[in-house]
């Protein structure tokens, strides 16, 4: 899954696809590299990012997922709002990829359930702007792991096919340093849910807490965590560098054969 940031303020790369233009090329480039899949965001998830209303959300996403929908790829919308969901998935999305696990509006679950779409229900601690203030858990796999599962029966309970959901243990989402790692380690445990995981490792902060690297200088740490985590049983690894991950993968699982 290739990152597609409309956006002003991305951790990483906001501002540089913040065109409709530029968006498309560079959603075409991670096509042409190696990316099954496509998820277009409009608005900043990152801790401390501020929210950005529906219309304007609307604005930057729907002219990028129209530009790419004939590329030979899925493409998912990265949004918590059903009206920019539902403009989306008529402009050619097929994926809804909502940080709130479906908590955010009212109006998500039942309009996925109608459009059919795949939804990866993610867990986070509290929202965006406050979820890296001193998150805690008892456990963190066994906390992680009883909200996705709470959240997958209430999207099965909405209408949406339980074969239509992935489930995301939030990667730096109200966690610290220790907690990603211990997530990462025990993703067995999360496959025992039944559906499919998305894992995005890339570029995370915590990557920078083990080795003091910026956001553009945490390549190898995306790809150690992110081989591991397909090792782990991850089926989704949502990533900025597509062709330097697809190599990874391919030699890792030669590799193990």
């Given at each position: 899954?290739?990152?597609?940031?409309?956006?002003?303020?991305?951790?990483?790369?906001?501002g540089l696809y913040l065109d409709p233009a530029a968006a498309i090329a560079h959603g075409r480039?991670?096509?042409a590299t190696g990316a099954e899949i496509l998820d277009v965001g409009g608005e900043s998830t990152r801790p401390g990012a501020e929210p950005v209303a529906a219309e304007e959300e609307m604005r930057r996403v729907v002219p990028v997922v129209e530009g790419l929908r004939e590329l030979d790829c899925e493409i998912s919308v990265d949004t918590s709002k059903a009206a920019v969901a539902a403009a989306a998935l008529e402009a050619g999305a097929m994926i809804v990829n909502d940080v709130t696990a479906l908590r955010g509006d009212p109006e998500m679950a039942p309009l996925c359930a109608e459009r059919?779409?795949?939804?990866?229900?993610?867990h986070m601690l509290g929202e965006p702007r406050t979820m890296q203030v001193d998150p805690r858990y008892d456990d963190v796999v066994a906390d992680v792991k009883a909200f996705l599962a709470a959240r997958l029966q209430a999207a099965t309970a909405a209408g949406i096919a339980e074969e239509r959901v992935w489930l995301d243990p939030g990667i730096g989402f109200g966690k610290t340093a220790a907690h990603n790692m211990e997530l990462l380690r025990r993703l067995g445990e999360l496959r025992e849910l039944g559906r499919p995981l998305v894992i995005g490792t890339s570029r995370k902060s915590f990557i920078g807490k083990l080795d003091g690297s910026a956001a553009g200088e945490r390549l190898g740490g995306t790809i150690a965590s992110s081989v591991l985590a397909a090792v782990e049983g991850a089926e989704v690894l949502r990533v900025h560098d597509v062709a330097e991950m697809r190599q990874a993968?391919?030699?890792?699982?030669a590799i193990l054969g």
């Open positions: 899954m290739g990152v597609v940031n409309v956006t002003p303020d991305s951790f990483s790369d906001g480039e991670l096509v059919g779409a795949t939804v990866v229900l993610m993968l391919a030699v890792a699982m």
